[in-house]
């Protein structure tokens, strides 16, 4: 099966697909769950996980049973990731210049008493 | 260095350098300009220099090679030479962020492990409060989480799709 990687802002596009994945953020929870809360039948609950499960926005996980739907994290990832690796430049080049501009006092004061 | 990942809204490196810690602090604060990286430049032109006000109350700002400025940080503990926090006012999107309720902060911590080594830990946490999106996800119909959220998440499948 190919994996379609959908734009998520075309998945965003039905309203009743943003209300299933409004469920599907306030908890995990099953298409049974679902589709009790909203006026779609289970099958077009199913379909609209579908594209979002596409479209990455949601994940889902097998739990006896039942296949247990919730959020992808990936924004709040993405943010961490970047910031992770500007922190990381910052610290490396933190790390050279203080001791590029280090000069130990004993050494300074014994060249300074020698001259 | 290292990072340790325990809470999602947080994140936590470290650093050893081997200099004393009054010296490992006012590098940090007198050299900022030095030792931030240039590659996220908020201005239109090029930076020509970023300043560290270094007080309670003081900013963190870049100047342009025009003259116009981006101030991007506030100081909001400067202790030396063992602590600074500075308050990360920079959006998801790389944007100057200007609901204070809406900013992270990042704390820097220096400690003497000897008289010439100093142990530096850099946090920077509350990262949820840069936006609804992720915990605040039930709200889903007001506010401007969603085009916040879809932004970000349009950036991170467009970068996948450039791995692969």
Redesign the interface.
């Known amino acids: 099966m190919a994996t379609s ?1 959908a ?3 075309q998945a ?1 596009a039905d309203p009743t697909r ?1 209300q299933v ?2 469920r599907v ?2 908890g995990p929870c099953s298409v049974t769950e679902i589709a009790r809360h909203l006026p779609v039948s289970r099958p077009a609950v199913s379909q609209h996980l579908r594209v979002l499960l596409d ?3 949601v994940d889902v996980h097998r739990q006896g049973r039942m296949r247990v739907y919730e ?1 992808r ?8 990731r ?3 690796s ?10 050279d ?3 590029q ?2 000069q ?1 006092a004993e050494t300074t004061a014994e060249g300074t008493q020698t001259r | ?1 290292s ?1 340790t ?1 325990q809470d ?2 947080a ?1 936590e ?1 470290d ?1 050893v ?4 810690v009054e ?2 602090f006012r ?2 604060t007198e ?1 900022f300009d ?4 240039r590659d ?1 430049n908020l201005l239109a032109v090029p930076i020509d220099r970023t300043v560290l006000e270094p007080r309670v109350g003081g900013t963190v700002y870049d100047l342009g090679t025009d003259g116009s400025r981006c101030t991007w940080a506030r100081v909001l503990a400067y202790e030396p030479p063992h602590r600074l926090v500075i308050s990360w006012d920079i959006s ?1 999107q790389w944007q100057v962020e200007t609901d204070p309720d809406r900013t992270s902060e ?1 704390e820097i911590r220096f400690a003497a492990e000897t008289p ?1 080594r100093t142990h ?1 830990v ?1 946090e ?1 946490r509350h ?2 409060r ?1 936006g609804e ?2 915990e605040s ?2 709200n ?2 007001s506010g401007d989480g ?1 085009p916040l ?2 932004e ?6 467009q ?3 450039d791995e692969s």
């Open positions: 990687t734009d998520p802002w965003l943003r994945l409004a953020a306030g479209a990455r926005l959020v994290a990936s924004g709040l990832d993405q943010l961490r970047e910031l992770d500007y922190w990381n430049a910052t610290l490396t080049r933190f790390k210049v203080a001791e501009t280090y130990p | 260095m990072t990942s999602q809204t994140l490196l650093i350098v081997d200099v004393p010296h490992a590098v940090f050299r030095e030792i931030k990286p996220h998801p990042v010439e530096v850099l920077h990262l949820d840069h999106g992720w996800f039930t889903l119909g969603w959220y879809l970000r998440f349009r950036a991170a499948t970068r996948h799709a």
